[in-house]
């Protein structure tokens, strides 16, 4: 089964650049994009440098190896802070925008079957198993394991897949993150700078190998990573028929009509299934959505159409949130709705749409006397307009965004079966980006088949390339 539960989730990958984009297909639409780049990840583990105290905020700012100054709570650590202090420290969200990450002190390393907590003075020796698992003999066999394993102070909290994991991939795993912990350890008893310690999964291989190992369907375009997933699902003693390769003339994302959801997400402007429309304008402080009839016929009574489109932009809204990866506040201007037995069928069909993120995740203030509809959702990351486009006021590809672009098009272009030996012509800032990029030579040589050749055009703007036959 997949990660969907009743749902029929399949998992795209496309690896072919030096990002790797990562689609979730539930019933034949897209439902979420990941866009993963390397760089920070929730969970990381850090010997940072208290660099300022803010008491107005009950909290301090501290100094981080390759990252911006992360916002560590009072509350999240034990024990007094004052400047210049060596603090071990766990990424808990990503930064975003201007924002640096925030912080904890309360450490957990995560590993795919479980979750190390190793400074657990006050439950220290717990172990958690999964609710899912039933077997009374399997539940005793873990915890005769686990506590032979664990020390006064730690404490375990198994996953699901541990429970049909080998003991000894298990003790294998325990060891690691235990490493992890006493290399933050030997860290902070000689600091000398700031200094990234344990380079958690990402958000992106923490969805991607959980839904291989749980059998769900997964197709890859890009041959690195898929020998990576299927060296992992062998070494585990997983089967890897689930795991398929593309291998097409044509990309991944193309054959599966995916880069048009993403064209489509980029733009303000969606239509609902059925008929109307939305609007989606995203600002600084505020995402508003407004919700559109034109061209819905679906029932000549004004009031009756009202609220079907109406319910029908709900679902459309909470995707194109969770596409979009919009967080914060969103103030959402539906169709007048004709009593309050509407507004809470319409706010029902937000509340289903978001599931699981209703716990935690969003928060509804309901109807303003306007009748405008407002709701909060938490920031996860980088909105894929920003990833994308930047943060200028005329959008245009990143420079990163620009470079993957152009690897994944000359990757297409020579896919259809354009042989030969060919310059690639580029903008020049993309020209320097590429000759320091070595993953990036490396995908243009594989597929040009010899060392890329590459040209300054001042003519050409950001993302756009021309490949001269040699």
Not at 104 to 130: C, N
């Amino acid at each position: 089964m997949g990660t969907g539960g009743t749902h029929t989730d399949r998992l795209l990958i496309d690896a072919v650049a030096c990002e790797r984009r990562i689609a979730l297909i539930r019933d034949e639409r897209l439902l979420r994009l990941w866009i993963d780049r390397g760089g920070p990840a929730r969970f990381d583990l850090h010997l940072g440098r208290v660099s300022k105290i803010l008491p107005e905020m009950a909290a301090a700012m501290v100094a981080l190896d390759g990252v911006a100054d992360g916002l560590l709570p009072f509350d999240r650590i034990d024990g007094p802070l004052h400047e210049g202090q060596w603090v071990i420290v766990q990424i808990s969200r990503l930064g975003f925008e201007d924002k640096g990450p925030k912080l904890t002190g309360r450490i957990a390393i995560e590993g795919l079957g479980m979750i190390l907590r190793p400074r657990e003075t006050k439950s220290g020796g717990l172990i958690e198993l999964p609710r899912k698992l039933k077997d009374d003999d399997r539940r005793a066999a873990l915890l005769s394991l686990f506590k032979g394993l664990c020390g006064r102070d730690e404490s375990i909290t198994l996953r699901s897949l541990a429970i049909d994991s080998d003991d000894a991939a298990l003790v294998g795993e325990f060891k690691q993150l235990r490493a992890a912990w006493a290399q933050a350890e030997a860290a902070q008893k000689s600091p000398s700078k700031p200094e990234l310690v344990f380079k958690a999964l990402s958000d992106a291989d923490q969805l991607i190998e959980r839904h291989v190992m749980d059998g769900g369907e997964c197709i890859v375009d890009g041959v690195d990573e898929f020998v990576r997933l299927r060296g992992m699902l062998l070494a585990r003693g997983y089967d890897d028929g689930h795991l398929v390769r593309h291998d097409a003339s044509r990309l991944l994302f193309d054959d599966q009509d995916i880069e048009d959801d993403i064209a489509t997400a980029l733009q303000p402007r969606v239509e609902i299934p059925g008929g109307g429309w939305i609007a989606i304008e995203q600002t600084t402080a505020l995402c508003a959505i407004d919700v559109n009839a034109a061209g819905s016929d679906a029932d000549r009574d004004a009031i009756r159409r009202a609220e079907q489109v109406n319910l029908r932009a709900a679902d459309e809204i909470v995707r194109q949130l969770k596409l979009r990866n919009i967080g914060g506040l969103v103030v959402i201007d539906p169709l007048r709705m004709a009593g309050k037995a509407a507004r809470d069928r319409f706010e029902a069909a937000l509340r289903d749409a978001f599931g699981p993120e209703m716990i935690g995740a969003v928060q509804f203030g309901g109807f303003t006397r306007l009748g405008l509809f407002e709701l909060s959702r938490q920031r996860g990351g980088t909105a894929l307009a920003e990833l994308m486009q930047g943060s200028q006021p005329d959008p245009m590809p990143t420079l990163a965004g620009a470079l993957n672009n152009i690897l994944r098009s000359v990757v297409r272009d020579l896919r259809a079966g354009q042989g030969g030996r060919y310059r690639l012509c580029v903008a020049p800032d993309l020209v320097h980006a590429l000759a320091t990029d070595r993953h990036g030579q490396q995908i243009l040589e594989r597929a040009m088949g010899m060392a890329p050749e590459m040209a300054a055009d001042e003519t050409l703007l950001r993302g756009d390339y021309r490949l001269e036959k040699i």
